[in-house]
């Protein structure tokens, strides 16, 4: 089972929970999430790290007060918030009779790294519902390359984002593709909605244009007499987006 905790202004916390043991997933914050684990009687077993800014770390000083022999899973860029055991790309993390695959997806940041327990991804800031995290010039080639191993995994993969930024990433691509009736049909679904995610891959893959970049009717909408390349449409659209 997995639960959540809102976090700041737009964070989600994940805790992943089984036979009240459980594993918590970016702590960008403390107090709620200590809360929230006494109140359903869980025991913390591990804490996973996906990158090193404050809205995902911050949390973890204060819970080893509590927890001071739990082991921290993360990216080496994750030192400093506390990791003491380092992550790296295709490594497997076995706990709770859980399998847990690391995937390094730089891009965000440069040690970004994801954890998949089929068929829970929990991906940080590297995949959004209908978006992708922010990347500076220099990391488009890694985010494009990120974006496309995650376009690789099962259909039915949930993805478990970090924000919820479904609603401004909708909006951003109905502003380029305006006579797109699945975005608009699909901005109007989740209007009123205040929580978007998880989602599924499957979806993500018609709604997250990031995802979209090999197909041809979205690419000759906005670049309709050039022969673009996917990671040039990709750079194109993130570039825009940063700016947004």
Same mark, same amino acid.
């Given at each position: 089972?997995?639960?959540?905790?809102?976090?700041?202004?737009?964070?989600?916390?994940?805790?992943?929970?089984?036979?009240?043991?459980?594993?918590?997933?970016?702590?960008?914050?403390?107090?709620?999430?200590?809360?929230?684990?006494?109140?359903?009687?869980?025991?913390?077993?591990?804490?996973?790290?996906?990158?090193?800014?404050?809205?995902?770390?911050?949390?973890?000083?204060?819970?080893?007060?509590?927890?001071?022999?739990?082991?921290?899973?993360?990216?080496?860029?994750?030192?400093?918030?506390?990791?003491?055991?380092?992550?790296?790309?295709?490594?497997?993390?076995?706990?709770?009779?859980?399998?847990?695959?690391?995937?390094?997806?730089?891009?965000?940041?440069?040690?970004?790294?994801?954890?998949?327990?089929?068929?829970?991804?929990?991906?940080?800031?590297?995949?959004?519902?209908?978006?992708?995290?922010?990347?500076?010039?220099?990391?488009?080639?890694?985010?494009?390359?990120?974006?496309?191993?995650?376009?690789?995994?099962?259909?039915?993969?949930?993805?478990?984002?970090?924000?919820?930024?479904?609603?401004?990433? =909708?909006?951003? /691509?109905?502003?380029?593709? +305006? @006579? #797109?009736?699945?975005?608009?049909? &699909?901005? *109007? !679904?989740?209007?009123?909605?205040?929580?978007?995610?998880?989602?599924?891959?499957?979806?993500?893959?018609? =709604?997250?244009? /990031?995802?979209?970049?090999? +197909? @041809? #009717?979205?690419?000759?909408?906005? &670049?309709? *007499? !050039?022969?673009?390349?996917?990671?040039?449409?990709?750079?194109?659209?993130?570039?825009?987006?940063?700016?947004?």
């Amino acid at each position: 089972m997995i639960f959540y905790v809102r976090s700041l202004k737009n964070n989600y916390i994940w805790i992943l929970s089984k036979k009240k043991k459980c594993i918590i997933v970016d702590p960008g914050e403390a107090f709620n999430v200590l809360q929230f684990i006494k109140k359903k009687k869980l025991i913390l077993n591990a804490i996973l790290l996906t990158h090193h800014h404050q809205d995902h770390v911050f949390g973890v000083k204060e819970i080893i007060l509590s927890y001071p022999n739990i082991p921290i899973y993360g990216p080496v860029e994750t030192k400093k918030a506390g990791t003491n055991i380092y992550v790296f790309n295709h490594d497997v993390i076995n706990i709770m009779n859980l399998s847990i695959t690391v995937l390094h997806t730089p891009g965000h940041t440069e040690g970004h790294v994801c954890y998949l327990s089929n068929p829970y991804f929990f991906c940080g800031d590297t995949l959004f519902s209908g978006g992708c995290g922010y990347t500076k010039y220099e990391n488009l080639l890694d985010m494009f390359n990120s974006l496309k191993l995650i376009s690789k995994l099962k259909n039915n993969t949930a993805i478990f984002c970090s924000h919820e930024y479904t609603k401004h990433n =909708i909006k951003f /691509f109905c502003s380029i593709l +305006k @006579k #797109n009736k699945m975005l608009n049909k &699909f901005l *109007k !679904l989740i209007e009123n909605k205040k929580r978007t995610v998880p989602t599924v891959l499957k979806k993500e893959k018609t =709604i997250n244009m /990031f995802l979209c970049t090999n +197909k @041809k #009717n979205i690419k000759n909408y906005i &670049f309709p *007499k !050039l022969n673009v390349s996917e990671f040039d449409f990709f750079r194109y659209l993130r570039i825009k987006k940063n700016n947004n």
